[in-house]
């Protein structure tokens, strides 16, 4: 976690992110750690779930452009194998 530390938030993937989060929740849930540490995990952990929020969101708006085309989303069109199981 050192490393992931000295990384800037924004240049962590996703995933190292969550690792973080996860390794952050886990120390804050053991409440075997000081006040002042406690705080700033917890401050770390906030930049974190928005950091991956963020990052939720724009994978969202990516799979929202791959699946829509002319304005219509394919999901939505019927195929002709499920007319079969109508």
Request: hydrophobic share 35%.
């Amino acid at each position: 976690m050192a490393e992931a530390k000295n990384k800037s938030i924004t240049k962590l993937t996703f995933e190292d992110a969550m690792k973080e989060l996860e390794t952050i929740v886990h120390t804050l849930e053991q409440g075997n750690i000081e006040l002042d540490n406690a705080i700033a995990l917890y401050n770390r952990g906030i930049e974190l779930k928005q950091h991956c929020s963020e990052k939720l969101s724009h994978a969202k708006l990516k799979v929202e452009k791959i699946i829509h085309e002319d304005g219509i989303a394919k999901d939505t069109e019927k195929s002709d194998l499920s007319k079969t199981y109508e």
